[in-house]
């Protein structure tokens, strides 16, 4: 019996394991649909920076959130290098994330390569800087990612990457402006976009400038969230993300993280937070 069964276990190991796929996450348009009964989302602000060791925008910070949330939602920076590569970058200059000096347009990619990123509490760590094209095929069907794109850095050049690395399905645009969300549909109608909706009217005009409500994520501001808009948005199935970045941030962090339930309850959808780690935790996320 002890023969047979070990047998069993052998031919399992030799042609299961062969077959098993690897867990992918389902295409962003699916996963960025509002539905009842759906849990709350943690998104990590400027992917990472919350404890030391794991500085902003790196793809080693990225790994670690990607191992405590699942599914896991990177929200990350995109700037440009003299040179016109797009590299991860909060800031447009080095000195606060980086051990390197000065405008970020002043280097090409080249220079910037022995550049080590720092976390917020200053200490070097080994991660570099990574570039988009990079963080776009590690993060594929890995992660989703909010893709910011910094002042001055061409948004048709953003979206030919994502295209150009197949990365639609991993992928939201994040615009500031009705401008900018009109540009992103017309880039690329497949792509999610995170439009900003503080009221009724930014709606409107997103969806008269032929917007579907299919390609909106929206981003609903940093200040307490309003019931009656976010009703309004899961109305047309449409996604709410709360910028508890910052200010509400803080406010929980004084007055109990309990706060981060209340805006559940109120709706929210998805929390861009400097503190996933509070987040998840009281909201029981996995």
């Known amino acids: 019996m ?80 003299k040179d016109s590569v797009l590299i ?29 990123l720092k976390d917020r509490m200053g200490n070097v760590t080994q991660q570099p800087i990574p570039t988009l094209s990079e963080v776009l095929g590690w993060g594929k069907n890995r992660v989703y990612f909010t893709l910011d794109i910094k002042r001055g850095t061409p948004m048709k050049k953003v979206v030919e990457h994502v295209q150009k690395a197949k990365a639609q399905k991993s992928a939201v645009i994040v615009t500031y402006n009705a401008d900018q969300a009109f540009e992103a549909y017309r880039l690329d109608p ?49 996604m709410t993300i709360l910028g508890t970045l910052g200010n509400l941030d803080k406010k929980a962090a004084a007055q109990g993280d309990s706060l981060y339930k209340n805006w559940k309850e109120l709706g929210v959808d998805i929390f861009a937070t400097d503190r996933p780690g509070a987040v998840k935790s009281v909201l029981n996320l996995n």
Do not use: W
């Open 2 to 81: 002890k023969k047979i069964l070990s047998f069993t276990v052998l031919i399992f190991l030799l042609f299961g394991c062969r077959t098993q796929q690897p867990t992918q996450t389902p295409d962003a348009s699916t996963f960025f649909q509002y539905g009842p009964g759906r849990p709350a989302y943690v998104s990590v602000h400027r992917g990472g920076g919350e404890e030391p060791g794991i500085p902003e925008n790196g793809i080693g910070s990225f790994s670690h959130y990607a191992q405590l949330l699942n599914p896991c939602i990177i929200e990350c920076d995109i700037t440009s290098t």
């Open 88 to 116: 991860m970058m909060h800031d447009y200059t080095l000195d606060r994330t980086t051990t390197g000096k000065g405008k970020v347009s002043d280097y090409s990619y080249d220079e910037l390569k022995t550049v080590r």
């Open 190 to 238: 497949s792509l999610m976009i995170s439009v900003s909706i503080m009221q009724l009217s930014d709606y409107e005009r997103l969806a008269s400038g032929g917007i579907p409500d299919r390609n909106m994520v929206a981003f609903i501001g940093t200040r307490e969230p309003k019931k009656e808009l976010i009703d309004f948005l899961h109305s047309k199935g449409i």
